[in-house]
Structures are given as structure tokens and as C-alpha cells.
């Protein structure tokens, strides 16, 4: 993992904008129903950055109901990465498929956007939103399946520390076909105790 000084933020918990946990140069938060303009707009410049990995929504409508379902929570939690001097959006970090009881798992999916692209916010995002969910919503485990071509998010994992554990065939529908993809994960016992 990347090493960083995150804290908990002590702000109100009603402020929308107050972070779960920051490091030097981001924090990380919930999403917000207000946040769908300016996520929109950057999902919209990173088209030609997503594809075709992956589709977040880029209009007002869909954001709605993507977020919508983030905010309700149950069986996933919503991260927006956010950078700290300007509190402008860098990416984000959903762990879906949340399962409690013996197994306390869930799956990461994420998305930088193009203006934070290749200056290390991810990196240090994914870093708080791993201890977040291990020692916060205390988890055990946590996969990102990734497909084989996707260098970048496969570079991203390695570097938090995530280690490949096996391929999936056939696993996941997207664009159209069912598409293989490489499993990496860590535990809360992979993890420092700090």
C-alpha cells in the first residue's frame, strides 16, 4: 500500500464535502445528488479514456440513478476521490457486492478522470478507500477484476498491493460481450496494523 498520512476528518457529518479519510493530496467522500454536474463533465472529457473498459454515466439523468443507488447503499458504498486543494473530483471508487457475516467481501470498481490522470491520486485514493473498508466498514476482503488489456487499472492494483489470484473467463457483460477478466484482491490481514 501506498504510504500516506490519512486521518479521519473530524467535520461535521452533515457537510457534504467533508472526507471519510485524506492522504497529502486527496481525501475521499460520498457521493453527493449535487455532485452530478461536475462528475458528468468529467465522465464526459474521459470518454476516449474509459473505452472501452468502462461506462460511467455522463448525463444528468443517468448520474441520478447511478448515484441514487450508491447513496441508498445495502450491498455497495460510493467513494468520489477528491483533491484536496481544490476538492475538484480526480476519480472514483465504488466497492460493489458487499456480503457481511462469514465472508465480509466486496468488489472495487473505479474510474480516474482524465485531468488526474498519471499524477498518483488514484493510487493514494484507493490506498484510503482500502482502509476505509477494512477498518471502517470492517471487511476482510476486497477483489478488482480486472480485463487482461486494462494495463493502467492492472498497474493501479499492483501498486496498492493487490495480488493477482486467477482469470476468469467469460465473467463480466460489458459493451456488448461477455468478457474475461484477471482477479486480484487483498485481505485485512495483508494489511499493517497501524
Known amino acids: ?22 492522504g497529502p493530496r486527496v481525501g475521499i467522500r460520498p457521493f453527493t445528488h449535487a455532485d452530478g454536474p461536475e462528475f458528468t463533465m468529467r465522465a464526459r472529457e474521459s470518454r476516449e479514456l474509459h473505452s472501452p473498459w468502462l461506462f ?16 441508498e447503499g445495502g450491498a455497495r458504498a460510493g467513494f468520489l476521490v477528491c483533491e484536496r486543494d481544490s476538492g475538484a473530483i480526480a476519480g472514483f471508487i465504488n466497492i460493489n457486492n458487499i456480503v457481511e457475516g462469514a465472508f465480509r467481501c466486496g468488489a472495487l470498481g473505479y474510474g480516474a478522470f482524465a485531468h488526474a ?18 477498518d471502517v466498514l470492517e471487511l476482510h476482503r476486497l477483489e478488482i477484476n480486472v480485463q487482461p488489456l486494462n494495463t493502467a487499472s492492472i498497474a493501479l492494483a499492483r501498486r496498492c498491493g493487490y495480488r493477482l489470484e486467477g482469470f476468469s473467463p467469460d465473467f463480466l457483460h460489458i459493451d456488448g460481450a461477455w468478457r474475461d477478466h484477471e482477479r486480484w484482491a487483498l485481505t485485512a490481514t495483508d494489511q499493517p496494523r497501524r
Not at 460511467?56 to 447513496?71: F, K, S, W
Open 1 to 22: 500500500m501506498p504510504d500516506s498520512t490519512d486521518s479521519t476528518d473530524s467535520t461535521d457529518s452533515t457537510d457534504s464535502t467533508a472526507h471519510l479519510a485524506e
Open 56 to 71: 460511467p454515466p455522463t448525463t444528468d439523468e443517468a448520474y441520478a440513478v447511478y448515484a441514487g443507488a450508491l447513496i
Open 117 to 134: 490522470v498519471g499524477r498518483g491520486l488514484m493510487s493514494e485514493g484507493l490506498g484510503l478507500v482500502t482502509r476505509y473498508a477494512f
